[in-house]
Structure formats: C-alpha cells, structure tokens
C-alpha cells in the first residue's frame, strides 16, 4: 500500500482563483538562493487562548499552531503533497499493505536532553494518538501494536490495511510525545502541557495566560541550521479589529489563524508592507455546507431539498458574504483534491422559479402572508462571518416564501443543540474534508458516524444504505484505483440524495509582514512549525 | 476637618465587625446561586474542548468529563466546592490548566491597573469641570464642558475606543495598537514601567471619557447645592472673596456624593473592563470572566464572581466609613 | 458599566444608612407642568426623544418593507447616492431604514427593560421600606446579592444561559439594573413611612398596601422618574455592548447590531459604526437631558435658568 498522496497533484491555480483579486507573492518568497539571516523576534497572533500546548492531547487550531513549534510528528508534508522525512527518515510498508516500519532519526533529542527513542512513537501512537486524540481512535481504529526492535525502528502493526492513516501521519495532527515524561501519568491533566517538553525546533519558554507564550530557539535541532528565528512570540488578541490593527502597525508580524476580517482582507493584501497568503490550508480543506434535519417535516420530501439548493446563490454568497474568499463547492470533496474530485457532479443552479415550482409540487403552497413553511436556521458558531452568512441564508430563502429565524448560540451551546439535542430545522457549518475523504467527508454522510453529543458528526441523520455500502467499500478497498472510483461515486450520491447543500470551498489565509522569508507554503503550511521562517527584506 | 475626623474607634470597630458579618451570608448566596445558575447554561467544558477540537469521539468526551469531574452528581460537586472555598481555595480552572486563584491573581492587577487609573484620571477632571460648570453656570463653559461631558457618556465605549486605536495607533503611529506590554524586547526598571504607560493611554482615555460624565455631573449639582446652603451664602454675605468660598466650604462638602460614587464605581470595576480588555487586547479579569462564560468554565467564573463580590463589599465598606467620617451629621450605627 | 442611577441626584443616597429626612415642599401638578416647560434641558430632551419615538413608531410607514432585505450593492457610502441616502452596509441594506427600524428595537430594549427594573425596584424597596424589620432584612439581603454582581458579566451569563435574543437581553439588563432603584424606593419608603399624613391613615385603619399603593408610592415616584429615564439610556448602552460582543438577537435589527455587524469593518466603512453610534449618542443624551430636566424640576431646591 502506498500512500495515496504520492501521485496526488494540487491544482493551485483553482484554488487561487478563487480567492478573486491577483494574489501578491511576497517578493521575497521570489528571490531564490537568498541566505536566511539568523535571529530576531517574530511576534505572531493567536485567537482564541488555546487550552494547553500540547496539540496531541487538546487539538484546537490555535493550539497546533503553537504546539508544531515544539513538537515533531513522523513526517510531513511538502508543497507537493508528498510526504518529506520529519522524526522519520523512510518507511515502507509490508505487501499486504498491514505493517509499516518506519526509520527514525538517531541524532534527536528532546528539550530536557534526554535522546529520543522508537519508545517515544510507540508510547505516543498507542497511548496518546489511540486513547486521547479526539480523532485518533477512529483513524488508527486498525492499529494493534507498535514493535520497537531497536531504538531507531518502530513497526506499526495493523489488523487490517488502513490507507487512511497516510493522511494522519504528519506532525500537524499526530504528535510524538516524551514517554519518559507522560507514560505513568494521567496525559490530560499533566502539568507539562502547560509547559511542554518536545524535540521541536523550538523550546517553550513561557506562557503568561491571556497575554503571550513565548518559545525559544532549540539549540540543539537536528534540522541543522533551523530555526532561523531566535524567539517567537505569540500574543493573545480577541478582536480582529485590533488584530489588523497590529498588523498595520508592525506590533505583530505574523497571523496564521484568522488574521483580519474578510472585508479587511483586501486592503491589507494592497499593502505594500502586508502580505496575504491563501496557500497553506489545503491539507485541512474547509468545505461549508447547509444541512437539514432529515428528522423533522417537510425535509423528508426531497423535492423541499431541492428547492433550497436552487434558492440559494452559491456564487452571491462566495463574492458577498465571504468577500471572494470562497468557491462555489460543486460537490463534498474539493476541486483541488483532483484525485479524488468527480466533474460532472449533479448541480442545482440559482433558480427562484424553479424553487417555488418544487416547493408547490410538495405541497407547500403559500399562505395570505406570502410563507409556506417556518423553520430556524442554526449558523455555525465558530465566528462572525457564518453569522453573516445566515442572515444571507434567511433573505434568501424569504424569496421563495419560507419564513427563517435565526438562532445564534455560543459554541457549547451550538455543540449540543445541533449535535446533541438535534433541536433544529437546518443548520450550517464548515468541515475538514482533510486529505482524505474517509477522514473529513465520511462523517457526514454514514449512519455510523450519527454519534449523539459529538461535534462534527453527522448531523443532518442521513442514513441511506446506499451511501453507506459506498462508505464502506472505501475503508477497505487496498487498490487505490478502485477505492478512488468508489469516492467519485460517494459524490454523486451525495448530491444526488442531497441531505446537505454543499454550498462552499472556503479559502482560509494567513497575513504577515512582507519582511518576512520562508513561509511554508505545503498543505498544513498554515498550522506547521515557524522553522522555516526568517526575517529580511 | 481635624473635628470632622474624629471618631470614637470602638465605634468603628464595632461597625467594622458588624458589617462583616452581615455582608457573609451576602457573598455565600452569590457563590450558591450562581452555582446552580451556571450549570443551566447549555453545554459543558467538554463540549467546548471537542468543539475547539473540531470533531471527538464520545470516549474522549466522557473522559474529559470524568477529569473535570462533571460526571459526578450534582450535589457531591456542590459540597465538594464548598468545602473547597472554606479553604480559600477556588478550585481549578481545566479550560486554563492553572489554580483558579492563580489565574485571578495574575489578571486582578492588570483590571485594577486600568480602572483605577481611569477613575483618578475621571474624577480629577470631573471635578475640574464640575467646579468649572457651577461656577460659571447658564454660562458657556457649563453649556460646553456638560455637552463635552455627555457626549462621553453617550457614545458608546467600544466605538471611542476603536475610533482612538485607529486615530492614534494606526494612522499617526504615535500610540500601540493594543496589548499591555511590548512584546518584543523585554523592558526592564523604569522603561517597563514607561512601556506600559504607553500603553495604557488609548484605554485609560476611552474609560475616562465615560466616566468623566457621572463625576462633572455630581460635582456641579452637588456644588450647585451646596452653594445654596445657609453658611456658604453667611461666608459671601461677609463679602468672604468667592475663591476661598469654593475651595474651603463648597468643594469639602461636594466630597461626599463623589466619594459615595467612587466606592460604588470601585465597586463595578469588572464590568467596565469586558469591553475596554476586548478592544484593546488588555490581558484582564473583564475578559477572562467573560471567556469563562462561553467556555463553561464554572470554577473560573465562580471565582470571579466572588473575588469581585468581594471587592463590591469591601470597597463598599470602606466607602461608608469614609463617608461616616467626612459627614459628622450621619451616624455610624 | 451601568451609571447608577442615583449620580444623577444632588442628595446621593447613602448606600447603607437611610437618608435623613429634609424638608421638601409638597408637589402640586400644575407646577410641575409649569416648571417643567420652562426647563431648557427637560424641553430639549424631549423633543430629541419625541423624534426618536416618532422614527420608531412610524418606521412602516415611512418606509414600508423588511430593513434586512439586501437591496443594493454592498458598501455605497452615505451622501454618494440618492436613493440609498446613508449608504448599505456590507450585505446591500439600506442603512437609512436601518436606523429608522432599529430605533423601534433599541427604544422597546430600553423601555421594557427599564420597566422591568423599575417594577421590580419598586416592589422590592416600599416593602423593603415600608415594613421594615425582617423583611427588610430579607430584601435587603437579596438586593445587595444581585447588587454585588459585576453587572455587564452577570447580563452576559444571563443572555448565554437563555441564548441571546430581545427577550434574554432584556431580562438581563432588567435583573441587574433594578438594585439601584429598590435602594431609591427604600430609602423614600423610610422616609415616608413616619409621615404625619401615613401615620393619620393608620389611625384610620386602611391596609398596609392601600397605603403603600397610595400614599407611598406616589410621593416616591419623582426619584424614581427620573432614575427610569436614565435606567433607559443605560439599557441602550448595554444592548449596543452585548451587540458588540457578539450577543445580540440576530433576527431584529437594532442600534447594536448594525455596530456590532459593522465592527469588523471599521477601518473601511467606519460609517457603519458610526451612524447607528451617532443615533445612540444622541438618544442617550436626549434621555440624560430629560432625566436632568426632570430633576431639576422635581428637585425644589436648585432654581430654573
């Protein structure tokens, strides 16, 4: 079994162009074979405060942003989307595709001095990756040993081929923890994860809760000759407004997570000074959508579906709402995963008559005020934009006579009214679709994955035996051809069945100082270490 | 003032002890109702962690429930935090992995910092203005400085302080954009000092500005008042010169209205400061209670509501005798 | 962040021990007509506020339609064109009906919740006066605790519990604001309560709350008219702050949420903040000048200019 991302290409051009106006790469980026200079301060930007350090255990966006600085995985991936050594030099898996054995590096050691070891991995990958990740259960539900034959190997045992588990390799998402830190103690709640030891490029220094963390360069790196930045700086700001306004100002030079707010992104990307990037979040691969409460009325009839598909104006919504920082999504899988994105996708075009049409067919006709049904509508709650986005949502369907009240909850709130209680009518929200389809996609259209008071699940209660004979095929085809032949026809199931909207690619980007060089541009780029960077003109 | 001043300590001392204990039962209740409040809002800790996570399993969120201890029943968390908080001991915060008290600790000063300087910075100037407006009352000043000072208290406090951010940080660059500190170069002594002065201006100017209204405002009625009274009008009737008037009788006996508003704004220091702390990215109690409340954080929350029902009491408390001892005329019981 | 309404007052009720009674001349209405005309700041503010009701009340008739319909192109700056005169905000909608609408909202927030307070207020304080004693005790006990609350984070924890809508923000603000008009109402309730004209309708065997209803309260009223319209102001305020954190009721438009959905483009469309923090600026001082007026009006002491 090879991994699936070795023959996999990324259309960037698509991607780009949506992101609307001509992107300025920054100059630097340009003047290949130019000398990192060594030292200096970064200060970047976080929001919200993460819940501790060590993204293995408490993943969160910001989180992973700090703790990729700290912390090594096995591998990584480069601009191509291949996979590049990392703690691992190579791997190579068995013929039947269920033992991969991965070299390490023998010249690493970890921030207290201690030498990293295959133990590491093994405690890592069954005790942490298996028993806390919030996702590691699921993906590497197959693995059932870790053999560590020496202090460089570790053979990965598992019950049956998992091609999926190529696309949780990297350092982003599965972390190689100290076990001579951790193994004994209850992983959680161990102190260190406010102040963690990693074998990363660079070492915590401290954290000065609702205002910075501070790491320092490692010394000791066995990427030789990185990091290029003596210290990072990451301080805490809640408001974009004033975020931007840092950024302006050169107080903070670098934001990978929601930098400035979309109508700002226009402005800052016309500074000659700021630079904005689009690449660096394919990896994760956000993909918006409307879903329905199959469970209540009229939602049943999918005529009722179809006429929401036709009412609301994907392209209006990626150019008003999302400032140009979106695509029409043509179906669940992004256009720029082109290994495994189907063209010719059933599509449901902006088409008021064609709505209203289907909406009398169901039997909903119009009422003396002009409305045929009356639902809510639940926008996600992780920030303003899908706020916006549902007040778009609520205009649009006003025109083909449905009557929608918005419910804006806070994020506890929103995790258990929508994938707890399943108390609304429809709701929308982004999800990863992630490098590979059986991670991001799955979970929205199995009935497996109807998993009460668990966020990002499936929530719409989909449950077509078609859609899941599909699935399953996918989590245990070997033959990549096969296996990609079956995802195609997972999306046009989807759309064919349509229990959700696929309504948007979206596109997340990074802004920072024009000085800056090194910028990782791979796929996490957006999420992964600072090592790469350096600050000259 | 030295015959104003005096009173007899035991008194004091009585009434200090008394209002102790009458003021108790008032944070217990606080603490107590606000316990079981807290836990009707939708969702727990758990919840926001998997929702930061951006998907979990249900394994780990039982698990994360069972480290916070949410699994238990209800009334075995409520006698463990009580007995926790006998101990001054206010638990501990998972969303923050820190001590609740700790974390308050931290943050309170930084709040304290702001606000208190604000005030001082409110009622010097209210009292200017006041002082100001009543003694040239119907005249332009009054008409200007009372106008001035609506205006403050009118606009809403985030939007001055935004305005102030773009103003000064972004267009004429002479001011920070936000934070408390320079963050990079560590100052030391005297320049760490001057750098969170620097950036203490923007905010401390915003909060004043609201401010400054309440204090123009008392201290111009309260002189108006007072300019009316029988002993002011026997000083001008002795053709006493107006200026020592205002000073010596009129403005010492203004003192109490303003001193009872401070002890009461003292009091509120906490909810000025959610807005100002988001604005400007102030690392304070404001906002670390307002973020408790959408990360389910009940121990922190908790705490800072009852750290800052404390400092209501206290600052009350002290505000009375304060009062008690410049008004001969009210009786300390 | 709620101004206490009793700054507003020359005799700043002390917060522990009951006001001495002063002598104060009874209040007839006819002069309180006559003074309440020829106060400047009592007539300036209610004509503000008179424009304020009259956009509210007749906003579907002068401009009949749904304020969130996206109407035009995004972003056209006010004064550029004339058929959208305020210019739209970021989603096409006109600003200008905006405003007219959400003066509807912002004043109904203010008013009920200010109502609420001052109901409770009410109830709390005469009883808490009049009777005294235990109860007294008792509701002062419970006022202090909800007094003690840092206000804006307890109308926050309100507002999340209930999730955010006009009902929860008002209830919120409601719950937090009525302390200071129970302390008021007490402290006149005190005073009252050893009148010669209560103590006659004791003699003459009417009920404790016939007398609270009539001969209490009415006489209490005048510190308490005047700490509702500042109770107003303060509403408003806080219902542009909870909007501005992102807690406002997203099926209404009021003042704070076309601030709060215009917050993140203060740099480019700073009118969008602006405009709605223009008519809240002006709404708050017309109430604050009313609320002055009516003291000095209400107050005998301080002489009309």
Redesign the interface.
């Known amino acids: 079994m090879t991994s699936p991302f070795e023959t996999l290409t990324l259309s960037r051009r698509t991607l780009l162009a949506g992101a609307g106006a001509s992107l300025l790469l920054p100059a630097a980026a340009r003047r290949a074979g130019a000398a990192p200079a060594t030292g200096g301060t970064l200060v970047a930007v976080l929001d919200p405060e993460p819940a501790g350090l060590v993204a293995g255990l408490t993943i969160s966006a910001p989180a992973v942003a700090v703790s990729a600085n700290i912390f090594d995985g096995l591998v990584e991936y480069d601009e191509g989307f291949k996979l590049k050594p990392s703690l691992a030099t190579s791997w190579e898996t068995s013929a039947d595709g269920t033992v991969i054995t991965f070299r390490l590096r023998n010249d690493v050691t970890w921030h207290d001095g201690t030498p990293f070891t295959s133990a590491d991995v093994a405690y890592s990958l069954l005790e942490v990756t298996k028993k806390v990740h919030p996702r590691g259960n699921a993906v590497f539900a197959n693995l059932t040993a870790v053999d560590t034959p020496d202090p460089y190997t570790a053979v990965l045992r598992f019950s049956r081929p998992s091609p999926v588990v190529w696309a949780a390799f990297n350092g982003t998402e599965t972390q190689i923890l100290p076990k001579h830190l951790y193994e004994g103690t209850n992983p959680l709640t161990n102190p260190l994860n406010g102040k963690p030891i990693g074998t990363g490029a660079f070492v915590f220094k401290e954290w000065v809760k609702g205002e910075r963390i501070v790491l320092e360069r490692n010394p000791n790196y066995w990427d030789k000759g990185r990091p290029y930045l003596d210290r990072v700086v990451f301080r805490i700001i809640r408001d974009?407004?004033s975020r931007?306004a840092a950024l302006e100002t050169g107080e903070a030079q670098y934001i990978p997570l929601n930098p400035v707010?979309?109508?700002?992104v226009a402005?800052i990307k016309a500074s000659k000074d700021l630079v904005v990037e689009t690449r660096g979040f394919e990896g994760p691969a956000p993909m918006y959508f409307f879903d329905f409460n199959l469970r209540r009325e009229p939602f049943g009839d999918i005529r009722v579906r179809q006429a929401f598909a036709h009412a609301l104006n994907r392209k209006a919504l990626a150019e008003?709402?999302f400032y140009g920082l979106a695509k029409p999504a043509a179906g669940p899988v992004p256009s720029y995963q082109t290994q495994f994105f189907a063209t010719d996708l059933p599509q449901y075009d902006y088409n008021i008559a064609k709505a209203e049409a289907l909406l009398d067919a169901a039997g909903l006709k119009k009422g003396a005020d002009g409305v045929r049904l009356r639902i809510d509508h639940i926008p996600s709650a992780y920030g303003?934009d899908y706020?916006?986005a549902?007040?778009?949502f609520?205009?649009a369907l006003?025109r083909i006579g449905v009557e929608v009240?918005?419910?804006?909850?806070?994020l506890p709130?929103y995790i258990k009214v929508v994938f707890t209680e399943y108390d609304f009518d429809t709701h929308s929200a982004w999800y990863s679709a992630y490098p590979d389809p059986q991670i991001g996609v799955q979970r929205r259209y199995w009935s497996q994955a109807i998993k009460k008071g668990t966020p990002s699940s499936n929530a719409s209660g989909i449950a077509d035996p078609e859609i899941d004979a599909v699935i399953e095929r996918i989590q245990t085809e070997g033959n990549v051809e096969k296996r990609n032949a079956d995802i195609r026809e997972l999306q046009r199931l989807a759309q064919v069945k349509l229990p959700s909207v696929n309504l948007l690619e979206l596109t997340f980007y990074r802004a920072y100082s024009a000085k800056l060089s090194g910028i990782d541009l791979a796929p996490f780029g957006g999420y992964q270490s600072l090592k790469t960077v350096w600050v000259g003109a | 003032m030295a015959r104003a001043l005096q009173l007899p300590e035991g008194r004091v001392l009585r009434y200090l002890g008394l209002?102790v204990v009458q003021v108790v039962?008032?944070?217990l209740?606080?603490v107590v109702?606000?316990f079981f409040?807290?836990r009707?809002?939708?969702g727990d800790l758990a919840e926001v962690m998997a929702g930061e996570a951006g998907s979990a399993t249900p394994e780990y969120m039982a698990m994360l429930r069972q480290q916070f201890g949410l699994d238990e029943p209800l009334a075995i968390q409520f006698f463990k935090y009580m007995g926790q908080l006998f101990q001054l001991n206010l638990g501990y915060s998972f969303r923050n992995s820190m001590p609740v008290l700790d974390l308050i600790l931290t943050r309170a000063p930084n709040t304290a910092l702001l606000m208190l300087s604000s005030l001082v910075l409110a009622v010097a100037l209210g009292i200017l203005f006041g002082a100001i407006s009543a003694q040239w009352?119907?005249r332009w000043p009054d008409g200007v400085l009372s106008a001035f000072s609506?205006?403050g208290?009118?606009?809403?406090?985030?939007?001055v302080g935004?305005?102030l951010i773009?103003l000064f940080s972004?267009e004429l660059r002479w001011l920070p954009a936000g934070g408390m500190r320079d963050l990079q170069q560590v100052h030391t002594g005297l320049a760490a000092v001057g750098d969170v002065a620097l950036h203490m201006v923007l905010p401390v100017l915003s909060l004043a500005f609201f401010y400054i209204a309440?204090y123009t405002?008392?201290t111009r009625?309260?002189m108006?008042?007072v300019q009316?009274l029988d002993f002011v009008r026997t000083a001008r009737a002795k053709g006493i010169a107006p200026l020592p008037i205002a000073v010596r009788h009129v403005l010492r006996n203004a003192l109490?209205?303003i001193v009872?508003?401070t002890?009461?704004?003292l009091?509120?220091?906490?909810?000025?400061s959610?807005?100002i702390e988001?604005v400007f990215a102030w690392p304070g109690m404001?906002r670390l209670?307002?973020d408790a409340?959408?990360q389910r954080d009940i121990n922190l929350?908790l705490g800072?509501?009852f750290f800052?029902?404390f400092l209501?009491?206290v600052s009350?408390l002290a505000?009375?005798l304060v009062?008690a001892l410049l008004d001969p005329?009210?009786?300390v019981? | 962040?709620?101004?206490?309404a009793?700054?507003?007052?020359?005799?700043?009720a002390?917060?522990?021990?009951p006001a001495?009674p002063k002598p104060r001349r009874a209040v007839r209405t006819s002069s309180f007509g006559y003074r309440f005309l020829r106060s400047r700041t009592a007539l300036a503010g209610s004509i503000g506020l008179a424009l304020v009701a009259g956009a509210a009340l007749f906003a579907a008739q002068i401009f009949p339609g749904?304020p969130?319909?996206?109407v035009a192109r995004?972003f056209i700056w006010p004064f550029t064109s004339a058929e959208y005169p305020l210019g739209t905000d970021?989603?096409?909608r006109d600003i200008l009906v905006g405003l007219v609408y959400a003066a509807r909202v912002s004043l109904a927030v203010g008013l009920a919740a200010a109502g609420l307070a001052v109901a409770l207020g009410v109830v709390f304080g005469a009883l808490s006066g009049y009777f005294g004693g235990w109860v007294d005790q008792v509701l002062t006990?419970i006022t202090?605790?909800f007094?003690?609350?840092?206000?804006?984070?307890f109308v926050?924890?309100v507002v999340?519990?209930l999730?955010?809508s006009v009902s929860s923000i008002v209830l919120g603000i409601a719950v937090t604001s009525w302390p200071q008009v129970a302390r008021l109402v007490r402290a006149e309730a005190l005073r009252l309560r050893d009148a010669e004209f209560v103590q006659a309708a004791r003699v003459m065997g009417m009920g404790h709350f016939r007398i609270i209803l009539t001969h209490i309260l009415p006489n209490a009223i005048s510190p308490v008219v005047v700490a509702g319209s500042i109770l107003v102001?303060s509403a408003i305020?806080t219902e542009?702050?909870l909007s501005?954190?992102?807690l406002?009721d997203?099926?209404l438009i009021s003042w704070g949420s076309m601030?709060g959905?215009g917050?993140?483009?203060?740099?480019?469309?700073?009118y969008m903040?602006?405009l709605p923090?223009l008519a809240?600026?002006?709404t708050?001082?017309a109430l604050?000048?009313l609320g002055?007026g009516l003291n000095d009006v209400l107050n005998p002491?301080?002489s009309l200019?």
């Open positions: 974009p407004a931007a707010p979309l109508s700002d402005r008003t709402v303003e706020r916006r549902g007040e778009y609520k205009q006003k009240t918005l419910r804006n909850y806070d709130t | 209002r039962p008032t944070i209740a606080i109702l606000n409040f807290l009707l809002a939708p009352r119907g609506t205006i208290f009118a606009t809403p406090l985030f939007w935004l305005m773009v972004v309440i405002r008392l009625s309260a108006l008042e009316e109490l209205p009872t508003m002890g009461l704004q009091g509120t220091l906490l909810s000025g959610v807005v988001t404001g209670a307002f409340v959408f929350l800072v509501l800052s029902s209501v009491i009350n505000t009375d009062y005329r009210i009786d019981r | 962040m709620s101004l206490d009793t700054d507003i007052l020359p005799r700043a002390a917060p522990s021990a001495a749904d969130l319909d996206m995004p970021m989603l096409g006990r202090e605790v007094q003690t609350m840092p206000p804006l984070v926050v924890v999340a519990i999730t955010p102001a305020l542009a702050a501005f954190l992102g406002g997203p099926n601030i959905s917050r993140e483009v203060l740099r480019t469309a700073w903040t602006a923090g809240i600026s002006l708050v001082m604050n000048l002055n002491r301080v200019t």
